[in-house]
């Protein structure tokens, strides 16, 4: 090619775009513009409803990255005696627990041996403990302990483990052990009471948590303080209990059932004054610090959950019943006959021949045929209205959970002998608690003073059921019967006018009554000016001699003496001498 046709062919100008060409670029170009403003519409439109018309979600979201509540736990109040004494206490202790997905994430589990330290101090089975973590990888808390004591605390922390963490938390100590574990009760894992006054009073003793709300970031720091609830402390609660008393009752009663290889043994004090409960106790008992030791048969307190026919000691009830009605007088006396008397085909015998007896006579010697005769001659109604006065038949006010109102009859008809039984102690049933109070009531003069363990001086809410003159005279004559001659010599206390009565009834079984036996004392000391009333009550016991006087007596007079030296009261010796 010549050099001239190169440059000519150089200066020939560009083609210019066709006309169809031009307007599909521009067609294009203003499609996407149209597609990103569109978008970008509708992220603002989102983001618009988002933060302003609906933000909640957003925030809920938030929260639950960031916000936590903390449970500010308030402490159990402490349960104490008539004299201050602590019963039941909260003491500091902490939860042993593990975050499974860190301990996986961090490769926790590669130091063994540190592990298998944690299982030894825990008392837990080494490779159970892995198997829990194991079996649960996703999981973020998992409880290994609870409860564990300071010291156990402070060697899990030396063992800096990850994924395990230790949680503040208390645990419940009773000082008196099973002296007053049936009264007090025992509380749960989780420090709610599950038995005894532990139970009756948890929202008193257990307050109101509180809780703090805070949020934090990432790393676990707290950077805001949201809000804040107060706790509200546990209130402390004083029972009319005397520990004292406690210990005193239940070592008697713990040797009385061992002794007589009973099935088991209970004992009640009462303040005959004011109707206050100064010791309350059974055996067996347990051991509440020991939950290997809760076992239902033996955390039950029979004291008020278990009824029985209460016998003879029913006696003095009916003698003041036919006092009132007019059906006797002071100077009745009552043919007992040969101890054998023939009733609706039946016979109502007495353990020995009384003859022709008076009304001290009739309770010092315990003649069911006296006290038969004495309830068939007044109306029935009379009798049970007497039954029903001093306690038999109601709910105690004790707020315990578990209590028993026994068996109380109620009938449109009654066979002579049915109405026989009722005069010796048959046909109803009553709880060592009701027959404690029957007799405080009778100490008091036939004042009715309401039994109670927490002190309550809101109102007087004591009526007048017995003549306060018959009164006087049937604790005379109930005297008698723990002197010479009398059934309950073993229930007299040196130095002290005692007055009881002695019971032994038959346990009812399916189809009549078996061949075991409750043995049974109740009275009342001093008798001159009553204080305190008892009542002592052996289940079972074995062998041959199975009567109340023999069995529950001396538990009764030990528990007697005791009692009264602590709490001072003078013996009725000198005072008479003082006058």
Known sequence: MTAKSRTKKKAEPEKEPTQAESPLIRWRFYLVLGAIFC????????IGYIQIVEPDNLIRQGDMRSVRAKTLHSARGIISDRNGEPLAVSVPVEAVWADPYTIFKEDGLSDI?????????????????????????NRRFVYLQRQVSPAMANYIRELKLAGVGLKAESRRYYPSGEVSAHLIGVTGIDGHGLEGVERSYDKWLSGEAGKRIIRKDRYGRVVENIA???????????????????????????QSV????????SAVLLDVKTGAVLAMVNAP???????????????????????????????????????????????TVIDTGNGIMPLGGSRVRDTSKVGKADLTTVLKKSSNIAVAKMALDMPLEDLLDMYSNVGFGQTSGLNLIGESTGIFPNRRRWSQFEIATLAFGYGLSITPLQLAHAYATLGNYGEYQPVHIIENNQQDLSRQVIDPEHAKNVLAMLETVTQPGGTATRAAVPGYRVAAKTGTSRKAAAGGYSDEYFAYTAGVAPASDPRLALVVVVNEPQGDNYYGGSVAGPVFADIMKGALQILNITPD?????NE
């Open 39 to 46: 978008v970008f519409t509708a992220l603002v439109g989102r």
């Open 113 to 137: 041996e540190r592990w298998y330290a944690l299982a030894d101090v825990l008392g837990i089975e080494r490779e159970g403990m892995l198997e829990r973590i194991s079996a649960n990888p």
């Open 228 to 254: 804040l609830e107060e706790r509200e402390e546990g209130k402390p609660l004083d029972l009319t209990i005397d520990q004292r008393l406690q210990a005193i009752a239940y070592r008697a009663i713990k």
């Open 258 to 265: 061992a002794d007589h290889r009973a099935t088991s043994g």
């Open 285 to 331: 008992s347990y051991n509440p610090n020991n939950r290997n030791d809760l076992q239902s048969f033996k955390m039950r307190n029979r004291v008020i959950t278990d009824a029985f026919e209460p016998g003879s000691t029913i006696k003095p009830f009916v003698v003041l019943a036919a006092l009132q009605n007019g059906t006797v007088d002071y100077d």
């Open 573 to 577: 010796e000198n005072r008479f001498k």
